[in-house]
């Protein structure tokens, strides 16, 4: 029964939320995922000369965070 165990390494990084703004700390389940501590931001990790973090749309996306990063298709 104990003998299954799930285990998990956490990877945390100094980085800027695009979110929020702010120099914050961002926790990594996996090697490409994080998430801001400060505004709790699903971010995704892009290494293109340097590392950078672009804002992850899942299902939970609220629409006013959509709208904030891509506009509201008004021209």
Not at 17 to 39: A, D, F, N, Q
Not at 56 to 65: E, F, Q, Y
């Amino acid at each position: 029964m104990f003998d299954d165990y799930i285990k998990l390494q956490a990877e945390i990084v100094n980085g800027k939320c695009p979110t929020c703004h702010e120099m914050t700390i961002l926790v990594g389940l996996s090697k490409e995922y994080y998430r801001c501590i400060s505004c709790g931001a699903d971010l995704q990790q892009h290494i293109n000369g340097h590392i950078t973090y672009l804002p992850t749309i899942t299902p939970r996306t609220p629409m006013s965070a959509v709208k904030y990063f891509f506009g509201d298709g008004k021209t």
